[in-house]
Each structure stands twice: as C-alpha cells, then as structure tokens.
C-alpha cells in the first residue's frame, strides 16, 4: 500500500556533497516522521537524522552542523542533504518514515527504504 524509494547515493570525494532522497508513494497522506539510519560495514545501524511531526530535527553529533534533513510535503519526499563529508560516513544510508494513509481514520503505515550505498574517498 505504500512503497519507499531512496535514491542519491554513490561516490564522492572527502569534503564534497551528496543529497538523498526518499520519496513514499500509494496510499500516502502525508509523512509523519521520518529518521534517516547508516550501517557501515561491521557496525551497527545508527541514527543519522530524525524529524517529527512537530518540527524538530535531531541529528547525530558526528554529522551535526553538515547534514541537513528535510521534505517536500507536496511530493511526499523527504531529503537528506550531505556536506563536508568524511571517509567515516561512508555507509548504507535508509530512511524510516511513518505515513498517514489515506481513506483510514488515523490509520499509519512504517516502513524502510531500500538503502542506497554512499561512500567517501580519502
């Protein structure tokens, strides 16, 4: 009923930039929240970026005051906007994002994008 697809990955220089995208379609009213997670190769999943209904992002100290988060809620997208990056933020990026669904009272929907690979060259 929905499907999530990430896009905007690849590879990029130490210091350049890269910008995802995560863009939810089907039974979509609108997003809810969505966090943005990394897993790099050995490590465990962590959370890069989040955003709540409310209008609060967080982001991880690591990635803080360079990645920027953000959506188009007339295309039920949303972004995460990658700059000064580093070799260490080489990883799988995923979005989560919680929908609203159309035509259900209240009704959400939660789910991952596929993961899309961004690596960092020294």
């Known amino acids: 009923q929905v499907q999530l697809v990430e896009s905007g990955g690849g590879l990029v220089q130490s210091g350049g930039s890269l910008r995802l995208s995560c863009a939810a379609s089907?039974?979509?009213?609108?997003?809810?929240?969505v966090d943005w997670y990394r897993q790099a190769p050995g490590k465990q999943r962590e959370l890069v970026a989040s955003?709540?209904?409310?209008?609060?992002?967080n982001y991880a100290d690591s990635v803080k005051g360079r990645f920027t988060m953000f959506r188009d809620n007339a295309k039920n997208t949303v972004y995460l906007e990658m700059n000064r990056m580093e070799p260490a933020d080489t990883a799988v990026y995923y979005c989560?994002?919680?929908?609203?669904?159309?035509?259900?009272?209240?009704?959400?929907?939660?789910?991952w994008g596929q993961g899309t690979q961004v690596t960092v060259s020294t």
């Open positions: 089907g039974r979509v009213d609108r997003i809810n929240y």
């Open positions: 989560n994002v919680e929908v609203l669904l159309v035509g259900g009272i209240g009704e959400t929907w939660n789910g």
């Open positions: 955003h709540t209904i409310r209008g609060e992002t």
